[in-house]
């Protein structure tokens, strides 16, 4: 338990100074995972450490495997680039315009790919956009990642958490279909993201002189 406690307070460490250590999110999982197996095999021996590959979820691992293909091939044929100009295009330098646009687009696209990627297109849009004041930085930021956040929640492959979790159910006999994880998601993803939006400009309303 002490092994295991440490190695996840090391894990821990590691994701939060992961800007200051330039390692990224897979190798840190990499890290985490190779830590965890030696703290067992020193611990419990041969067996129980063979027995946590037996117990991996492989099929969700193949999935995430092919989203992030998907998600590198939108990349890579500027496909969400195209998304974060059209959202420059059609603002028209209002910048109440801009962030109901970012706050609500970023939300379906982001329940339908990896949220990452797309918040990591947006962030030279935001950054350089030429019709906005540099001073609407921080609301677009904050806009973008309400957004990019809850709009995971809408779907089943949304955010990563959704996949293991409805995996995991199916896995213990209580499959959750399309159907049924869209009717109780989507009516909350929808209020949850309209109060945010009304939050953003309550609390930036001086800033944005309203």
Not at 181 to 191: F, G, I
Request: overall charge neutral; hydrophobic content about 55%.
């Amino acid at each position: 338990f002490c092994g295991c406690g440490a190695s996840f307070l090391v894990v821990v460490v590691l994701l939060i100074t992961h800007a200051q250590t330039e390692l990224t999110v897979a190798t840190i999982g990499c890290i985490a995972a190779a830590l965890m197996s030696l703290v067992t095999l020193l611990t419990s021996g041969r067996k129980a450490a063979a027995g946590l590959f037996a117990r991996v979820d492989y099929k969700t691992l193949l999935f995430f495997i092919g989203l992030f293909v998907v998600v590198g091939g939108l990349e890579q044929t500027n496909v969400l680039e195209l998304v974060a100009n059209f959202i420059e295009m059609i603002s028209g330098g209002n910048v109440i315009f801009v962030i109901i646009i970012i706050v609500w687009l970023s939300a379906m696209a982001s329940s339908i790919v990896d949220n990452i990627p797309f918040a990591a297109t947006m962030v030279p849009v935001i950054k350089g956009s030429g019709t906005l004041d540099p001073a609407y930085l921080s609301v677009l930021a904050w806009s973008l990642s309400l957004g990019t956040d809850i709009g995971g929640s809408a779907t089943p492959i949304g955010a990563s958490a959704n996949v293991v979790g409805t995996s995991v159910s199916a896995k213990h006999g209580h499959p959750i279909s399309w159907g049924r994880y869209l009717k109780a998601c989507v009516p909350a993803t929808v209020l949850v993201l309209a109060i945010c939006t009304v939050m953003i400009f309550v609390r930036y309303s001086a800033e944005l002189g309203l």
